[in-house]
């Protein structure tokens, strides 16, 4: 589902990812997790076409990101097919950024409308679904000023979800939440975790990152330090610089 290949990132003369390996199958959940700056951000934004890159390749759902193949050789994607192909990924960021002035239902609805080219009254009986999957049924009809900081969360996972997409992208969805409605967010992303869907989650939430994920890359200054399962990287890291930063987030 997810394959990055030698990635490498720089902004100038900053380079931000250096030969990033990764492979990610479908169902599985991957947590990046690292000090700030060090490049978490920046490798889902690459994932998502968000950003380019100088170096490697990176694969989503069996598609070159950023490419299309014709016979034997690959060509750039122009910017329309690049915005198709990033609807292979739903993205959740930290601050919640919904659409102002439309209400929950026509948040979750906007984009199988105007991009997927669904039905309204399909999208709607859709949208309906997933605001109950989040526990937001009676919220529809509210505008994001209306709901708490968990609750507008929880709606952008749904929009997100309503692109049906193959692999779901979250950066640290819950850091920007009062600690109170951080746990109804959770919950929601470990509910998705269960199903089967296939993710890929920054987040400083080490003991959620231990208790949903199949594979833990700790990442810092650009490179991926440590990776493995979530009982060795979390639990008995090997590396010194694993180890003092899951000390100082306990
Ligand atoms: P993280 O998400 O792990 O905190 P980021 O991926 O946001 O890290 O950032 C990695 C590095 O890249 C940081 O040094 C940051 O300052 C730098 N950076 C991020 N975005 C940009 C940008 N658009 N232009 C220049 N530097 C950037
Ligand atoms: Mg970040």
Redesign the pocket.
């Known amino acids: 589902m997810l394959l990055a290949e030698h990635v490498s990132k720089s ?2 003369a ?1 380079t ?1 990812l250096r030969d990033i390996n990764l492979r990610l199958e479908r169902s599985q959940v991957l947590s990046l997790v ?10 889902l934004r690459c994932i998502n076409s968000l950003e380019t890159i100088e170096g490697g390749m990176i694969w989503v759902n069996g598609s070159l990101v950023g490419y299309k193949q014709v016979g034997d050789s690959y060509h750039e994607l122009t910017e329309r097919e690049l915005a198709t192909q990033r609807a292979t990924c739903g993205m959740v960021f930290q601050s919640y950024n919904l659409f102002p002035h439309m209400t929950a239902l026509e948040n979750i609805i906007e984009a199988p409308v105007h991009v997927r080219k669904v039905p309204r009254k399909q999208a709607i009986e859709e949208a309906r679904g997933l605001l109950a999957a989040v526990g937001l049924s009676a919220k529809a009809d509210f505008y994001p000023r209306q709901l708490s900081g968990g609750q507008q969360q929880r709606v952008a996972i749904a929009r997100a979800l309503a692109m049906k997409p193959e692999l779901m992208l979250f ?1 640290e969805p819950t850091s920007a939440l009062d600690p109170q409605l951080v746990g109804e967010v959770l919950d929601v992303m470990r509910k998705l975790a269960d199903a089967g869907t296939t993710m890929v989650v ?1 987040t400083h939430e080490l003991e959620f990152a231990r208790e949903i994920s199949d594979f833990v890359a700790f ?1 810092d200054g ?1 490179v991926i330090v440590e990776y493995g399962a979530p009982s060795q990287v979390l639990v008995d890291p090997l590396d010194g610089r694993t180890r003092a930063f899951i000390t100082r987030q306990k």
């Open positions: 902004y100038g900053l931000v690292g000090p700030s700056g060090s490049g978490k951000s920046t490798f950066d920054v990442m650009g």
